[in-house]
């Protein structure tokens, strides 16, 4: 299918695992985005990616890593997962800025994290 | 008892009123203003931009209002519907390289029938 999905829907974890969330988008977008949405804090930048084996932090990145081996993935991983990361995780994929300029971002559905 | 940040700012409206949206933005060096749509359960959507030199943009049923002496955007929404229920972010993109953008945190609108 066409556009941006994220996996899994609905995740349950407890303190210390590691999880992934996976991205996918099948537009080819150079970029592409992680962003984690909270109560009283709208969406907030954890880490963005130009292209292809670039990476790079955005405001909340601590706790977070992120790989883009090939365009159209880009991996979430908390690598040891604690409570005040549950969330919910917005993946999102840009050509950057088309012929209006502006950079438009197309999201994917979200991935909701628990963590116990 | 909760902080009152962790509560949106809601507007309610009548269905078939007209809407107006407000956000304030820190970057006065922000090239382009974005809006967005999240309806319950979905990613945002975009409705609609402008650049930062022009004041006024409209699109099918959504004007957006610039202005930058008091770094402040609106999205209006004419003849509200209650598929037009949701909560709608601004967001501010730098126009450097990183193509970032940076969001607010949000309204939500409540059309009453």
């Known amino acids: 299918d066409a556009g941006i999905t994220q996996s899994p829907r609905y995740k349950i974890t407890e303190t210390g695992r590691q999880v992934t969330l996976m991205c996918h988008q099948t537009w080819s977008h150079s970029y592409m985005f992680w962003y984690r949405q909270d109560l009283g804090h709208g969406l907030r930048l954890i880490y963005y990616s130009a292209a292809a084996d670039i990476t790079d932090k955005g405001e909340v990145s601590d706790g977070y890593v992120v790989s883009r081996s090939k365009t159209e993935n880009f991996p979430l991983t908390l690598e040891s997962a604690t409570r005040s990361q549950t969330s919910v995780y917005f993946c999102?994929?840009?050509?950057?800025?088309?012929?209006?300029?502006?950079?438009?971002?197309?999201f994917g559905a979200g991935s909701r994290l628990t963590v116990l | 008892g909760e902080s009152v940040g962790l509560h949106l700012p809601t507007l309610s409206v009548q269905e078939g009123d007209n809407s107006i949206i407000n956000c304030a933005y820190s970057n006065s060096a922000s090239d382009y203003f974005i809006w967005y749509k999240q309806e319950s359960g979905k990613g945002p959507q975009f409705i609609i931009d402008?650049?930062?030199?022009?004041d006024k943009r409209q699109g099918q049923r959504v004007t957006v209002l610039l202005n930058k002496t008091v770094k402040h955007l609106s999205l209006q929404i004419a003849a509200t519907q209650p598929g037009d229920s949701a909560v709608y972010f601004c967001a501010e993109d730098d126009g450097g390289a990183t193509n970032k953008l940076i969001f607010g945190t949000g309204t939500l609108l409540a059309v009453q029938p």
């Open positions: 402008i650049r930062s030199n022009m």
């Open positions: 999102a994929s840009s050509e950057g800025r088309g012929r209006s300029g502006a950079n438009v971002l197309t």
